[in-house]
């Protein structure tokens, strides 16, 4: 059986025979921005997910105007295909993806394996060179925040059980043993879990390669072990919203539950809420 949406998962091989295809961006997106100064794909821009994909005084995904301008510096046009890959499996190239779904663009793609799978298959070619840009000229759309959750909207599920709620934060975060990663320096003011969540990490959908693990495989993880019921909408959670970001496509594109949306705000906003009900 294959994925919900197989479309939006392409793999090393189809990008190496698509680096110079017109209408195809290939954008990296690293936990560690400077990776990509060191090497990357040939032809391949790179965002800084602090700086590109945040909105830079408040907290907040980027305006439809901050957007525009990422987009149209980058030379994305709306019709083009854009492939994002990185580090840590693709954590914040996932989260690009959900935010240019947020925004509208129609063809955004995963490379399955991200930045690991293609250094490791050693015919894979790599530069440092940066990629010139011929600037574009972008318009985002409005945001779609039925891909997003807020606050009082976990507040209210916290209460009533009436989504499927998934931590994918590691058991330590989730059982309150931390608060955040070793070395990760946003933190909340408590340690814990939303009530009623279930544990899922992010990492249990992926193979030792960093590649998506069968459809077969995820079914079992979400819908028997975890017990979701695909009936009810869903909403993933993590620290800062980016390993939510996986959980989200996994659950979202390869599994193809109907209603899933990603809590950007996550443990250290809802740790950090006066009153709010914590489990541990």
Known sequence: MSYAHPEVLVSTDWVAANLKTPGVRIVEVDVDPKQYAAGHIPGA?????????????????PSPEAISELLSRSGISP??????????????AAY?????K???????????????????????????EPTPVSRSKY?????????????PEILDIARTKSHNLVDVRSPDEFTGKVIAPPGMTETAQRAGHVPGARSVPWATA???????????????IYLQNA???????TVAYCRIGERSSHTWFVLRYLLG????????GSWTEYGSVIGAPIEK
């Open 79 to 92: 019709a083009d295909t854009v492939v994002l890959y990185g580090d840590a499996s693709n954590w914040f």
């Open 102 to 128: 947020m925004y509208g663009h129609k063809d955004v793609r995963l490379m399955n394996g991200g930045r690991a799978k293609w250094l490791n298959e050693e015919t894979r070619p790599m530069t440092a």
């Open 227 to 233: 017990g979701l019921d695909s009936a009810k909408p």
């Open 206 to 220: 992926v193979n030792p390669d960093g590649t998506f693990k069968s459809v077969e495989e995820l079914k079992g």
């Open 257 to 264: 539950l109907k209603n899933v949306r990603n809590y950007d």
């Open 45 to 61: 821009i790179g965002w800084d997910w602090n700086k590109d994909l945040q909105d830079q005084v408040r907290r907040d995904v």
């Open 96 to 100: 690009a993806f959900w935010v240019l």
């Open 139 to 151: 318009t985002a759309s409005a945001p779609d925040h039925s891909l997003r959750a807020f606050l």
